[in-house]
């Protein structure tokens, strides 16, 4: 519709200057928006006031003149001038009631966008450390990457999931010593346990395990090689639960990406961490200092440089992080998407420097989350009553599903703290917005199955099916006329616009906003239009292709999301 009034509206100055209303050299593209306030129109433009000073003219007599220009077109019910020159536009109840057939012939690709052209996009998310399970904040990420993602290949690009894998350095060594010092206890050794070492009731329970699977036969073995087997016992049973418990989520991963072959030696003996080093180097960027090699990223605007290899011949995390992101881009990404926690703020413009000095300047957007309070009853959560220690993102789950977990980690903006609530995130009621949202559709579903004069307790049908059966294409949808009928059509036509905005911006609250706005939308019509008629049948069958329009709709945006659609509730 946007590109039709757009269409339209730059017609109307073209005429206008071909009939000498208007002295224009250039002809623009006129910005379209939707009004903040419904009261002044479907759309408007600023047009007018950009086109008074090369064609020397009041804003609001420009106005007039392309008003008039694009008056009596069939899918416009009227043109406004507003203040000095604002043109409101107001769509005819035909270009509406259009968009209702739309989403019954493009069904499950309604509201699909081509922004992106088929361009590559890598999304790499979570990436929690392999040492211990997840907090509730990788729950967050992992709904907001999964939805980033279903978005984006809405908007027609070409995504892959991504893991990285922390599984070398000091970390995975304490871990080794943190679960070979539990399974020591466990036979009965004891064991002076370092502050520094992992202290969760989880590592004393992949002790077990191993002792379960493995017997005492550790416990006189060399103490060096305990702990090598352990870690890689220990990091192998602590992945596994990652995926399981992202799959619980419906997060599965394309690619889970081993920081381990950062350190190995390729084909020309260096590793892809010397290797990112020596394109630096040769682009400029090294030099050497106080025995340390160092990163110019003050050429990039950072507020000072960075070491990548430390005196002691070590590699600093960031070194390991550049030759990663090196090999993102070698991969034939066209954008490299990163989420993370709110504690990696200060590591924003290092990153990007690194970026821009590797070739891709302006291909990497960081999007920064912060963190997730939990809250039961208005009090604030921060035990586990199962284990005493901290709520595990596998804790929320199983409490409040998998559903109701993602929607509520998608309702406010990333670069706001979320408060979650765990007794709304369970309740059965309006108050709670996925359960609303959800509702509506089930509420749908029960519509049509009682005008197909189905039993409600058949599960057998389908509902998309039975629904193409019973409202015929060729639905006299002029009838609909009605405020609520007319808003419920323009709310299902802003959808494709809000995909594109949630792509284009990375915003994923838009999508639950919407999904919201459609379900309130929907139950005031469905309060104010009697949907099944007996003795104005092509009324129902009008309403009836509104009402499934609807369903399709909202199933669209909780498929965005990653939450379901149900047919009962």
Known sequence: MIDLLSRLVRDAIVAATEAGELTLVEIPEPHLERPRDPSHGDW?????????????????????IIAERMSGHADIAAVEIAGPGFINIRLSAAALQRVLRDVREQGADYGRVDIGKGRRVQIEFVSANPVGPMHVGHGRWAALGDSMARVLEHAGFETQREFYVNDAGVQMNTFAKSVAARYMEINGVEVEFAQDWYQGAY?????????????????????????????????????????????????????????RELHEPGADGLSPIESSIATLREAGYIFEQDGATWFRTTDFDDDKDRVLKKADGSYTYFAADIAYHKNKFDRGFDRVIDIWGADHHGYVKRMEAAVAALGHPGKLDLVIG??????????????????????????????????????????????????????????????????????????????????AGIDTADESVEIASMATALIPDDAPLHLLETEAELSLMRKLAEFGEVVEVAADQLLMHKLTRYAEDLAA?????????????????????????????????????????????PERM
């Open 203 to 259: 590592i004393r329970e992949i002790a077990q395990e191993i002792m379960d699977a493995e017997g005492p036969k550790w416990v006189e073995a060399d103490p060096e090689a305990r702990e090598s087997y352990f870690k890689e016992q220990a990091y192998a049973q602590v992945l596994d639960h990652l995926k399981r418990v992202l799959h619980g989520m419906g997060v599965d991963f394309d690619v889970w990406y081993s920081e």
């Open 370 to 451: 912060q963190l997730v309070n939990l809250f039961r009853d208005g009090e604030a959560v921060r035990m586990s009553k199962r284990t005493g220690e901290m709520v595990t993102f596998e804790d929320l789950l199983d409490e409040v599903g998998e559903d109701a977990a993602r929607y509520f980690f998608l309702r406010r903006s990333t670069d706001q703290p979320l408060d979650f609530d765990i007794g709304l995130a369970k309740e059965q009621s309006a108050e709670n917005p996925v359960f609303y949202v959800q509702y509506a559709h089930a509420r749908i579903c029960s519509i049509l199955r009682k005008a």
């Open 44 to 64: 408007a433009t600023n047009v007018a006031m950009q086109l008074a000073k090369p064609a020397r003219m009041a804003p609001r007599q420009i106005a007039e």
């Open 521 to 565: 939308t929907f139950h005031q019509f469905y309060t104010q239009c009697r949907v099944y008629d007996p003795e104005n049948l092509d009324l129902t069958s009008a309403r009836l292709y509104a009402v499934d329009a609807t369903r399709q709709v909202l199933a669209n945006v909780l498929g965005l999301v990653g939450v379901s659609a």
